[in-house]
């Protein structure tokens, strides 16, 4: 095949995936900018994360490199780590003002600018990262995302799920509510709010400063991210006792923000392939957070004896009262977050009963079949080793 036919056909495949993907019915236009865009295109992609660190530096990584490996290199997108273009927390800001046309972050950040953010992030007892999905791409959540970031200038997407998180370390057991009276715990946002109305005192510290804070005793606990990152940070070392589950975080999606008037100048198939690629690292980093996840909790427990625990019921059923309280509450406190948190609570409370009964059902039973010494924590009742009632810190 001659050299030109070969272009032609890339050119065609990637046509065709352009009107797949953004469902595109203007081919000829597509194939017309297609052809004549010989000129290369340099985007940034600002983060909030430091260089290439694991599962989320990486990820935004892996964005770049898709956009520019499918595009043949027309469009090359160059990764800026924190700090090296702009501060950790002026993505937002960098991206709506142009500076940089890519931002790779955390809704959660940016409550500052319009409180309705935090929703697209993680809440606690919210949706897990398939719900999250779910609700994204097949129920409201994009289109309400587009409308709280359109003021800006931004176009948001989800780029990137961590699945859910670990309730977090602590130096002492948590067999009661009493348990988080005057206890110092790293836990920012709304898990914050609500271990306060508990009794905590929650700490913001930035991950970089949670081991020593926690080595000193200057906070007792904190909560960071799961097994693989927190193997990583050697939390282990300065708290053994771990808590599961991670209530305040049940499936944190990263953002992935495009800045609306960089995107809007781009060929049909070069929007494509930006929103394709950003697509797929977000199903991309559950894979991989899954696999180093079990791997990190396996030598956790086997190599540095960490006590892996559940909250005890009594303390997930306060949580849960308290979560929802202050939930209504944030949401109440402007219209398009209470539109954002009603249909997301709308939608977890009618998923429920179908991951309950599909997910929920089969881990339950397959649990009981390959470990049955283990505990069983469901969240419908209390906690059994050998079909027994036992305490939820039985292992
Ligand atoms: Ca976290």
Request: aromatic share 10%.
């Amino acid at each position: 095949m001659s050299s030109r036919r070969q272009f032609i056909s890339a050119a065609a495949a990637l046509v065709g995936s352009a009107g797949l993907l953004a469902g595109c019915n203007k081919k000829e236009e597509a194939v017309v900018s297609a052809s004549n865009s010989q000129e290369k295109i340099n985007w940034k992609l600002v983060t909030s994360w430091p260089a290439n660190f694991p599962g989320l530096g990486t990820s935004a990584n892996r964005i770049a490199e898709l956009i520019t490996q499918l595009s043949g290199g027309r469009l090359t997108v160059k990764v800026f780590a924190a700090g090296e273009l702009v501060g950790a927390l002026e993505v937002f800001d960098a991206v709506s003002a142009g500076t940089a046309q890519m931002g790779h972050s955390g809704a959660y950040y940016w409550k500052g600018k319009s409180r309705a953010a935090q929703f697209f992030s993680s809440v606690p007892f919210g949706l897990t990262a398939q719900e999250m999905n779910a609700w994204l791409y097949y129920g409201d959540g994009m289109a309400l995302w587009e409308e709280v970031y359109k003021p800006f200038g931004l176009i948001p997407n989800a780029g990137g799920n961590s699945g859910t998180q670990m309730g977090g370390w602590f130096n002492k057991e948590i067999n009661s509510v009493a348990d988080f009276k005057g206890l110092k715990m790293r836990m920012p946002g709304l898990g914050g709010e609500v271990i306060q109305r508990l009794g905590a005192i929650p700490v913001n510290l930035p991950g970089g400063e949670i081991f020593s804070a926690l080595q000193s005793g200057a906070i007792d606990a904190t909560e960071w991210v799961g097994p693989y990152n927190d193997l990583a940070f050697g939390l282990y070392k300065a708290a053994k006792n771990y808590y599961a589950p991670g209530w305040h975080e049940p499936g944190t999606v990263m953002e992935c923000m495009i800045s609306e008037k960089a995107f809007n100048a781009l060929p049909a198939d070069l929007q494509a392939i930006v929103k394709g690629a950003i697509r797929m690292v977000n199903h991309d980093m559950i894979a991989e957070f899954t696999m180093r996840n079990q791997k990190a909790l396996h030598d956790l427990e086997k190599q540095h004896g960490v006590k892996v625990k559940f909250f005890p019921e009594e303390v997930m059923r306060e949580l849960k009262k308290v979560s929802e309280a202050v939930l209504d509450e944030e949401a109440a406190k402007d219209p398009l977050s209470a539109k954002v948190w009603a249909s997301q609570k709308a939608f977890r409370d009618s998923v429920t009963p179908w991951t309950d009964m599909a997910e929920g059902a089969i881990i339950r039973s397959r649990s009981s079949l390959i470990r049955p010494n283990a505990r069983q924590c469901s969240s419908r009742s209390s906690c059994r080793v050998n079909g027994q009632p036992a305490s939820c810190n039985a292992r």
